[in-house]
């Protein structure tokens, strides 16, 4: 019953233009049981990051040595194993969510946030304006990423903080290009000029008006992008310039795992296949995101 | 097209200045001087500070940069500190390496990911086209250092059938190549399919069929050219990205190409083997993105005529 009714009440919506945009793209995302999954999957493990703080002690169990559990197999007491330190490798691979979450999803939304004002503000403006700072975007996407992400952490310093600052930089051209082309798509368009028309702000238009538009593709790159995070952000670590050991981060894990691999090949597994789930989760729900905003797409 | 390309020729100028201001501000704010590299951590201050004299490190940024500038515009990219020698010196004999895998790598990634990405879109909705999509995005999903370390696992460690370090037979190739074209055919194919599938469905599609056109003639004469276009742009960039990018691998595998030395240099604070590495690629960067911008125009009436 309740169903129709909804049912009934979003046809009415639609027939007088008063549809929820969210509500709809909800509505396609839901029918897409591969991306509903992933969903799922990531849910529980932004819960297990969490729960992990409280169920373990980061000092006794996360980084204590123990001597005498070296380099164990998987086992039912240590389901993944143990290090050449003795640390169990199950514990350390769900802390370790912490830091990847963590650093994916802060570095995608302070990418974006910078992506914003600069692209929006440089269609918005044109002009001079635009043309030296796209310039400036332009001519940092012409560096590999990678050589500039290294140089930047080798400047500010090892760690999350540096991590995090370095790949921001890197990822803010493209978001301001990506905005800057959707926002210049909507912003000649005849409602704009009436409400400028009207006196509404420049302010006020690009919240009100333009980056509703805009809402939908960006979410998609913001999605991808966390994927595209966690997987720098462990190349990084692993190349140890970005969280140190003894932390258990899932690349900084795996490099300490290459000089082991002929006696305990587990070490370099469980910590690849974490990052390989968590990425394909994000990229499996950007997927099916976009699938929902464009149906047509499919 | 002359005109175009001149244009955008001299448009790489500012770029270039923007990128090496960038690098250079970046470069001074790290830790060491050119003093304290080069003669070691026991030198005293007195004798680092006079080495900074001597070379000039002590002038203000802005003036070190516009040396810096007239050198690199004569093609004197400075000397590296750690090394002694000139950074052309230091980094030519690394490109080799690095460009011998870069150009198998994306050759490789279009000869596997064209042909896989067509055969899904013409057999949408098939196994075979789930499978593709499944592939390529684990493979997407998926770092390039633990794909070279679970290859390493397999080929090296339990088979024994491959070397896991340095240069010497062909087979030491095998497993950086396969770590860095394998995600990039995979990313190749899911283009391709995308552009294809869409492409498929448009009006000129149509009217061939009408006009009787074979699907092999459709698929291969008129859907793939156009499918192709940004395809050709991301091998570009692939292309540039490896050049500067392919670090991990030359880690991972101990190739000693451009990616080692500048991880070496940005660990040990050599500014000028960072810059001058930083000049290079950004340039090739450039250049290659043009080549590839020209070769879509070559291909396409269309986008030729938008040129002008």
Redesign the interface.
Known sequence: MTKHRHKRQDRLGEMAGRTNPVADVWRNFRHHPVSMAAMIVLVAMIIMAIAAGFIWDYETDVVAIHAADRLQPPSAAHWFGTDDFGRDVFIRVMYGARYSLFIGIVTSAVSMVFGIVIGASCAYFGGAYDAVIM??M???V???????M???V??LGKGMKGMIIAMTFVSVPGYARIIRSIVLGVVHQEYIEAALASGTSHVEIIRRHILPNCFGPILVDVLMSV?GCI?SA??LS??SMGIQVPAPEW?AM?SG??KL??LS?HL??FP?LA??LT??C???IG?GLTDALDPKSR | MLKYTLKRLLFMIPSILIITFLTFFIMSKSAGSPGSVALGMQASKEDIAAYNHAIGYDRPLLVRYGDYMLGAVQGDLGESYKAQLPVSKVLLPKFPITCKLAILAVLLSALIGIPIGVLAAVRKGSIADTGVTVVSLVLASMPGFWLALLMMLLFSLKLGLLPTFGLGTWKNYVMPLTTLSLPSAAYVARMVRITMINELSSDYVRTARAKGAGPARIVFLHVLRNALVPVITTLGMNFAGLLGGAVIVEQVFGLPGVGQEILNAINAKDSPIVLGSTIILSLLYMVIMLVMDLINALLNPKIRDNLG
């Open positions: 310039r400036i332009d001519a940092i012409c560096i590999p990423s990678m050589l500039l290294l140089a930047l080798a400047v994927s997987m462990s190349s692993f190349l690349g795996l795992a290459t691999m002929q090949p370099a597994i690849g990052i390989l990425s394909l994000f990229n499996l997927d």
